[in-house]
């Protein structure tokens, strides 16, 4: 019996390894991505950038323990090149350029099984008159370590916009107090839905300057109710 025992409890010392290792493991990759992009985290978990000099300043807040790490921190990195790229540029003005990316975490069902969100806000402005605000959202099925997008989201051959539109619209009116002239050849488009978050109750869809309306509206985000989307949700 000796010889089983031990092996038994070898299996059990690798097993507990194996799992220590997995809980770490989404922690540490945060933090190494913090790390890369010239970043500190702090006590709960969110990892802050901050580069400043004459040519530009730049602020990046997100959390680290969301699952697809790489995808997210692989954005913030594509983001950050081409605004310094921009920066250095000859015959840039009205210097320093500024980019402020700043993280909102949303989450849906048990921490076991269901959604991850996260939702950045960006604010750049290369020098001139009118500075940018767009959304960046990402998402995660945790049951099926997989993102999820908006096509996803939904039953196949479903038609989500007929039910959102009308919501939509409806709530950025409320929000505006004015009755906002959103064409259907946009608000029926799916191109204009990609950034949303996961709650739930509801699903938050965010819409960068002008890409719903004319840019003067700025940066505007509307919640559905789950439930009036239910019948049509994968």
Known sequence: ??????AVRAAAVVLAATVMAGLASAPAGGQTACAELGGA???DQVCRVHVENPTYRLDYTFP???PDQQALTAYLRQTRDGFINVAEMPGSWNLPYVLDAKATSYRSGPDDG???SVVFEVYENVGGAHPQTWYKAFNWDVAEKAPITFDTLFKPDSRPLDV????VRAEVNRQLGVDVPISPADGLDPAKYQEFALTDDSVIFFFGQGQLMPGAGGALQA???RSAIAPMLA
């Open 164 to 167: 959102i539109f009308p919501l």
């Open 41 to 43: 985290v702090d006590p």
């Open 64 to 66: 680290t323990d969301y």
């Open 1 to 6: 019996m000796r010889p089983f025992t031990a």
């Open 114 to 116: 269901g959604t991850r």
């Open 223 to 225: 919640t559905v109710p």
